[in-house]
């Protein structure tokens, strides 16, 4: 790994304008390519603290061995030899967006003597129409059912001279899916007619054909040809078949890319839906790995950067319009540049309202599902998951495999209701049997240092408790009964009534949170005297791995697979940390200080608001006040009154809900 001092440039050295910029490692290899308006701003920025830099962009500074840059005339400039430069060397540290192939065109090779009808993808040729980009699945569909209405030669060049020679056609021929021009059925100038009225259809011109056909079934309907008019009907249903597969969502005229994304701090998922004549014609996607530092502008500059970059020779293939989530970086020079690969004008911005904004929800929607897809299928694989185990053990160099790892999280909104979750992964899969749920109260809400020690301490005594009073048998299970907790001021909400086993202690424990939460678990397992679980953080800003006692974090390889199970487990403890705290929250809502009178039940506790208007006036109100309210007896006000006096004796104050409207009852 190279110390970047020994290659850093003098500054005096690095121009003031704009240009591009490689890293190369010790090979010569190119693994970074930016731009920038300053280039000497931009690089000292990698050499002036290389300590400071975010993860990523230190770990590429350290593989590289020497920079070198390339000053342009213009910000546009700049754009484009990026883009080049990255097509060019594919550097590892940078973003690019990969898809296993490319996306299917239906064409018609209108250049060609008898011209053919087939799926095509990759670079354009001239003389040929293209349309599309459809799904493969839906790209086959659409052509066998059209070349029964419009039989256009869709085999190879080497079929067509066979039949030629031959004299005898193809089977598309015997089953009327072509009109065989290769033995003269057809001239070569009616098999073009039937190409043109393909690429009619095709354009949009659904209409004028249906209503053809309808007026020839009607001719020979009344010529009493039926099985003509039979044929000509399933025609009919074939195109309108067609036609209406793709629903119409915007207006007709409208020809747009629709990008939306979803991302986490290392990965993002990129969906596009291709819309042409107001219908969706295709759609795109990627998971791309963020191997670099970038926001979301900057990443949506990329993508359309990759995607129309290669597409640029080919005007149809860029819309008049590219709606996205958020302005990209350089969107001036981005605008310059589609333009002048489309031929005309090319709009990028973000749909603010109506159906191009509730289409764009659609995308983003098809966008967070594949991210999650492609999540679980990499967690649902064995494989990964034996990796994730080996590597994450290897990497926090512990002498025990880990057949069980804890996870815990605190939620609290401003130190109010202050919550905790436990989540448990046994051979990589979740357990959700074990999972469990922590009412935190008293000295131990005070900060999440100090909830996180009163988790750990509450779940291992009863460990400890269980395996005093029960020593435990080789390979016995261990029982432990979590809901019933002991510490005064604590109290387990929401979990089952019956003694659960708990299972047996895990190798590894991990916290939600840096280096305080870490020492705080850490503290709570000496002062128990478990001395055989190891415990880590993971700060979720950068994704570093803390240790106990460690000045300096664990930085996993951003493509372990360790990494992505301590993700996994991270995201898994904070949800269910969030649901068992807004469950809390909701309750605390509705808490009133008439809660607990014997006989007052919720429908004379609406009379008594009512009737006072506030939980202040009712306080002050004498027995036989109380009595004027509906459903109020001379009993059940003495109750009232004295639960009141009782309540504010102890509390100081209290909160009333109106439990009409929910809303909270001044004093």
């Not at 000053?71 to 540290?93: G, H, M």
């Not at 080497?158 to 031959?166: T, W």
């Not at 795109?284 to 790995?289: D, K, L, N, S």
């Not at 970038?294 to 005007?315: R, S």
Request: glycine share 8%; aromatic share 6%.
């Amino acid at each position: 790994m190279a110390d970047p001092a020994s290659y850093r440039p003098r500054t005096g050295e690095i121009p003031t304008t704009p240009g591009v910029y490689r890293f190369r490692d010790p090979h010569g290899r190119v693994i970074y390519v930016g731009k920038a308006k300053n280039l000497r701003s931009r690089l000292n920025s990698y050499f002036a603290n290389p300590a400071g830099l975010l993860p990523k962009t230190h770990a590429m500074v350290h593989a590289a061995s020497s920079v070198e840059w390339t000053v342009v005339a213009s910000e546009l400039e700049s754009l484009q030899l990026e883009y080049t430069w990255i097509k060019e060397f594919k550097p590892r540290f940078n973003v690019v967006f990969r898809d296993d192939k490319s996306y299917p065109y239906l064409a018609v090779t209108m250049g060609e003597k008898l011209p053919r009808v087939q799926v095509m993808r990759g670079e354009r040729r001239k003389g040929t129409r293209y349309f599309g980009p459809y799904t493969a699945g839906a790209i086959r569909e659409t052509m066998d059912t059209l070349l029964r209405v419009f039989p256009v030669r869709s085999c190879s060049a080497g079929v067509l001279k066979r039949a030629q020679a031959s004299g005898r056609p193809c089977l598309l021929g015997y089953i009327d899916k072509c009109s065989a021009p290769c033995v003269g059925r057809v001239t070569p100038e009616e098999h073009r007619q039937l190409a043109e009225d393909f690429c009619s259809f095709m354009g949009g011109e659904a209409g004028k054909f249906i209503r053809r056909l309808e007026k020839e079934m009607a001719s020979a309907v009344a010529e009493l040809d039926y099985e003509r008019a039979a044929r000509v009907r399933d025609d009919i249903a074939a195109l309108r078949k067609v036609f209406e597969r793709n629903a119409v969502v915007l207006s007709e005229d409208t020809e747009a890319d629709v990008f939306a994304l979803h991302e986490d701090d290392l990965e993002a998922s990129v969906q596009v839906f291709h819309v042409r004549g107001g219908r969706i014609r295709g759609q795109r996607g990627w998971v791309v790995e963020k191997v670099e530092d970038v926001t979301t502008p900057e990443l949506i500059e990329h993508l359309l950067q990759q995607v129309y970059g290669e597409d640029g020779e080919y005007q149809e293939r860029i819309p008049r319009e590219v709606l996205v989530p958020e302005i990209p970086a350089n969107h001036a020079e981005l605008v310059e540049w589609l333009g002048g690969l489309r031929g005309a004008r090319v709009d990028v911005r973000v749909p603010q309202r109506g159906d191009k904004a509730a289409l764009m929800s659609t995308v983003r929607e098809n966008a967070e599902q594949a991210l999650k897809l492609h999540k679980v299928r990499r967690a649902g694989d064995i494989t990964v998951r034996s990796q994730a185990l080996q590597e994450l053990q290897e990497a926090l160099e512990l002498p025990v495999p880990l057949l069980r790892i804890e996870c815990f999280d605190i939620s609290h909104v401003q130190g109010t209701n202050v919550v905790a979750s436990m989540v448990v992964v046994e051979d990589g899969l979740p357990k959700k049997a074990d999972y469990r749920k922590f009412s935190i109260t008293g000295e131990a809400a005070r900060d999440d240092t100090a909830a996180m020690h009163d988790v750990l301490t509450r779940r291992f005594r009863h460990y400890l408790q269980d395996k005093a009073a029960q020593p435990p048998k080789s390979g016995e299970i261990l029982s432990g009964d979590l809901p019933q907790d002991a510490q005064q001021g604590a109290d387990d909400a929401v979990v089952p009534a019956a003694k659960a086993k708990f299972a047996y202690p895990p190798n590894l424990v991990v916290v939600d949170g840096g280096q305080p939460q870490v020492n705080a678990a850490a503290r709570a397992l000496a002062d128990l005297g478990v001395d055989d679980v190891y415990v880590v953080g993971l700060a979720k800003r950068l994704e570093e791995v803390w240790l106990p006692d460690s000045d300096f974090p664990v930085i996993l390889p951003r493509t372990s697979q360790g990494l992505y199970l301590l993700q996994r487990i991270r995201d898994e403890a904070h949800r269910f940390a969030i649901s068992f705290h807004r469950q809390k929250r909701g309750k605390a809502m509705t808490v009133s200080a008439l809660d607990g009178v014997p006989g007052l039940g919720e429908a004379k506790r609406k009379a008594l608001l009512s009737h006072f208007g506030s939980l202040k006036k009712i306080k002050a109100a004498s027995v036989v006040e109380l009595t004027a309210a509906k459903g109020i007896g001379p009993a059940l006000a003495e109750a009232i009154s004295r639960h009141l006096g009782e309540a504010a004796d102890s509390n100081g104050t209290a909160v009333a809900v109106n439990m009409t409207t929910g809303e909270i009852i001044e004093d």
